[in-house]
């Protein structure tokens, strides 16, 4: 296909703007299906005139091919160490310190803003396009970075001006956001990997990873808050700085000047709502991967208010600092992001340079810590728990301790090796913290507080549930419990086969489905179709009403979409999104259960790793038993389709798509559904024919073998409505 360079620069804007709209605003404008349909084509036309391609194109976010080893460089300027403080009498001190050095009364006016927990790095802007990017390093040299930053889709690749300075180095925090990392390791203990012990930890490994591709992979952000070197143009102040590069399109978190009064600050601060923040707070306790994402959800919504309204301050004397300092301390916890203090700088950039620097700290700024907020308890117990997948999860119960203003009972141990690499053992005393604010983990044991007679905690080889033998999969480092009729399994998969973004059955709380596990009313998910109101009104504190209530809901979830039914499964692997694939690419449950590993692999966003694990789901004869009993029961599917045409040459006949074609993929077979076509991932004898556009693969090749009948463009398209 013939395209032209102008469409392609509309389209590249196009996706910028798209980009910045999502994941700096977080106000999106159009669908992620219909981004990734704009993304797509834009890849296409970068493959067909990779000559057109330039480094601010959003194609560089993807990651490219990983790295032996980084290369080194020095920083223009170096990038210093600040001095500490921790207390407002230590803050006191600094502005007195200062205003001695300057032999002056005058109140100085700082520039106060948040402390990010992350990772320090430089970005080299050079005629407005990011050349390069360096860590922190040892301050003086840091490691080149700049293929695993380009992946940050909030950063723009050229910054948002027609006159850009020749030269602009700013300097920023890689952060990953609390509910991002929560959701990061729920799915790395899922997939038996490593989980992270911090955010801050998670974005500094993430951008030393040597394959971009991970980096890509990961929900980095960053925030720039400094300049380094530059050149064709200058800066007043912090104040001045700031709202310049806001302007470029670079994220910062916004800030209000001195004119404006510390209260109309905090008030303007305190319009977010109550409600959320209170959310923010409790409600990453969920563990359950819906309710983390209804968090995340929720979260999102107040993210742009919190950088984009006054969070950085510029402070007219050093009372309103330390009444900074004590407001962002008592809010820290309903911040989306990890701080451990604030930044106090000199505002104004001529009074920087003459107050200078002192060894290898600027004179001119100052960090003011809070408080580590940990506590020493002890741990009563571990108990382990099965969880929906027959991951074996290891949970520290300990006396209740009150840690950032939420007690703290238990803690999640994560894994064997993780067990092993601190050495905890019952009866312990030990450190504890939020770790990112949120988590509760064990920080270190103190072992001259440890009995005599401690013994090393070691995860059961048989499941502490079921009491059949666990395995530890090659590869992962956690172990399963792989009995699919194991209660705590069964449990947990009806939680989840109940919960709101499966069948949302909304009168099954946790608690119901756990007494009528005990009381034996179910076993399994078809079970709860077959309940009467009569027997669960037996049950103790069950009246009629609610009993009703709960067979009125149970009813009314049997007519439910397909990708939701197989969200609701709770197939290893398959998430949300991967269930609509599914659903998008089968059309009809039959269908699905006939899904084989070298149709599945085909399927966007579908690896080997879920292929196998659907695979394998599928081949349980039990599963797919109890799949079909669901449907008996009145499970009924709600469909979007056109009407299907009866008369079309289509009808009936299995089509094969390979190669690019002029309209999209997905597109094109909800064209040939309406025309009764059916679509398939793979090519075989059964296969009557292959749509081939530019560039086929390898179904090309076979369908050729097997004398397939091929349909091209020319041919294809006089047979579409």
């Given at each position: 296909m013939a395209y032209k360079k102008e469409n392609y620069e509309k389209l590249k804007i196009e996706v910028i703007e798209h980009n910045y709209n999502y994941h700096v605003l977080d106000q999106p404008k159009i669908s992620d299906y219909e981004f990734d349909q704009l993304f797509s084509e834009l890849l296409k036309i970068e493959t067909a005139h990779p000559e057109w391609v330039t480094e601010d194109s959003p194609s560089y976010r993807v990651g490219g091919d990983p790295l032996k080893e980084f290369e080194k460089a020095d920083?223009?300027?170096?990038?210093?160490?600040?001095?500490?403080?921790?207390?407002?009498?230590?803050?006191?001190?600094?502005?007195?310190?200062?205003?001695?050095?300057?032999?002056?009364?005058?109140?100085?006016?700082?520039?106060?803003?948040?402390?990010?927990?992350?990772?320090?790095?430089e970005l080299i802007y050079e005629n407005g396009l990011l050349t390069r990017a360096l860590t922190r390093g040892d301050g003086t040299t840091g490691e080149v970075v700049t293929a695993n930053i380009k992946t940050i889709k909030s950063l723009p690749l050229k910054l948002n001006t027609k006159n850009p300075p020749e030269l602009l180095e700013v300097r920023g925090e890689i952060l990953?956001?609390?509910?991002?990392?929560?959701?990061?390791?729920?799915?790395?203990?899922?997939?038996?990997?490593?989980?992270?012990?911090?955010?801050?930890?998670?974005?500094?490994?993430?951008?030393?990873?040597?394959?971009?591709?991970?980096?890509?992979?990961?929900?980095?952000?960053i925030f720039c808050y400094a300049p380094g070197v530059t050149q064709g143009i200058q800066f007043k102040s912090q104040s001045d700085f700031e709202k310049q590069i806001q302007e470029w399109g670079l994220p910062t978190v916004h800030h209000e000047s001195e004119k404006q009064s510390f209260s109309k600050f905090k008030d303007h601060f305190n319009k977010l709502p109550k409600a959320i923040r209170d959310y923010q707070i409790n409600a990453p306790q969920a563990e359950d991967l819906d309710d983390i994402k209804e968090f995340r959800k929720k979260s999102l919504e107040i993210t742009h208010q919190f950088t984009s309204r006054s969070f950085s301050k510029a402070c007219t004397s050093i009372k309103e600092v330390i009444e900074y300092y004590e407001y962002i301390n008592?809010?820290?916890?309903?911040?989306?992001?990890?701080?451990?203090?604030?930044?106090?700088?000199?505002?104004?950039?001529?009074?920087?340079?003459?107050?200078?620097?002192?060894?290898?700290?600027?004179?001119?700024?100052?960090?003011?810590?809070?408080?580590?907020?940990?506590?020493?308890?002890?741990?009563?117990?571990?108990?382990?728990?099965?969880?929906?997948?027959?991951?074996?999860?290891?949970?520290?119960?300990?006396?209740?301790?009150?840690?950032?203003?939420?007690?703290?009972t238990h803690a999640t141990l994560h894994n064997q090796d993780e067990i092993d690499r601190k050495d905890i053992r019952v009866g312990d005393s030990v450190i504890v913290q939020r770790a990112g604010d949120v988590i509760p983990e064990v920080v270190?044991?103190?072992?001259?507080?440890?009995?005599?007679?401690?013994?090393?905690?070691?995860?059961?080889?048989?499941?502490?549930?079921?009491?059949?033998?666990?395995?530890k999969p090659e590869g992962e480092v956690v172990s399963r419990c792989i009995n699919i009729l194991c209660p705590s399994i069964v449990s947990q998969s009806l939680k989840h086969f109940v919960s709101r973004r499966a069948m949302n059955i909304d009168k099954l709380g946790d608690r119901i489905i756990d007494i009528f596990l005990e009381e034996g009313m179910i076993s399994g998910f078809s079970d709860l179709y077959r309940l009467k109101a009569e027997d669960i009104e037996k049950l103790d504190r069950q009246g009629k009403k609610s009993s009703q209530n709960i067979v009125a809901s149970i009813e009314k979830s049997k007519n439910i979409s397909l990708n939701r039914f197989i969200y609701a499964l709770g197939i290893r692997f398959v998430g949300e999104q991967t269930a609509r694939a599914l659903a998008n690419h089968y059309r009809s449950l039959d269908?699905?259960?006939?899904?084989?590993h070298e149709e599945l692999i085909e399927i966007e966003d579908i690896g080997p790793k879920v292929a196998e694990s659907i695979v394998k789901a599928l081949e349980n004869k039990n599963f797919v038993k109890e799949i079909k009993e669901l449907?008996?029961?009145?499970?009924?599917?709600?469909?979007?389709?056109?009407?299907?045409?009866?008369?079309?040459?289509?009808?009936?006949?299995?089509?094969?798509?390979?190669?690019?074609?002029?309209?999209?993929?997905?597109?094109?077979?909800?064209?040939?559904?309406?025309?009764?076509?059916?679509?398939?991932?793979?090519?075989?004898?059964?296969?009557?024919?292959?749509?081939?556009?530019?560039?086929?693969?390898?179904?090309?090749?076979?369908?050729?073998?097997?004398?397939?009948?091929i349909l091209d463009w020319e041919k294809l398209k006089p047979l579409l409505p």
């Open positions: 920083h223009r300027l170096p990038m210093l160490s600040l001095q500490n403080t921790y207390s407002t009498e230590e803050i006191t001190a600094y502005d007195e310190r200062l205003k001695k050095f300057l032999k002056s009364d005058r109140d100085i006016t700082y520039f106060c803003s948040p402390k990010f927990d992350g990772l320090a790095v990953i956001f609390k509910d991002d990392f929560k959701i990061m390791n729920y799915t790395q203990q899922e997939r038996g990997l490593q989980v992270f012990a911090n955010p801050r930890n998670a974005a500094a490994g993430t951008i030393r990873q040597l394959d971009p591709k991970i980096a890509a992979s990961r929900p980095l952000r008592d809010v820290r916890h309903s911040l989306p992001f990890d701080i451990d203090g604030i930044v106090i700088k000199v505002n104004d950039y001529k009074l920087q340079e003459e107050l200078g620097q002192v060894a290898r700290s600027p004179r001119w700024a100052a960090a003011a810590k809070f408080a580590p907020e940990q506590a020493e308890t002890i741990i009563n117990e571990i108990k382990v728990q099965v969880g929906r997948t027959g991951a074996l999860t290891p949970v520290a119960i300990m006396e209740p301790i009150k840690v950032g203003g939420v007690t703290i270190e044991v103190l072992k001259n507080k440890r009995s005599k007679d401690s013994k090393k905690f070691k995860i059961p080889s048989k499941c502490p549930s079921c009491k059949e033998k666990v395995v269908r699905f259960l006939e899904a084989q449907v008996k029961q009145g499970i009924q599917f709600e469909s979007s389709a056109k009407p299907v045409q009866s008369d079309s040459p289509l009808t009936g006949k299995k089509v094969v798509i390979t190669g690019t074609l002029p309209i999209g993929r997905n597109d094109l077979k909800d064209q040939l559904e309406t025309l009764g076509a059916i679509i398939s991932g793979s090519v075989s004898k059964k296969t009557d024919y292959v749509i081939v556009g530019d560039d086929p693969g390898s179904k090309f090749e076979k369908a050729k073998s097997l004398k397939v009948e």
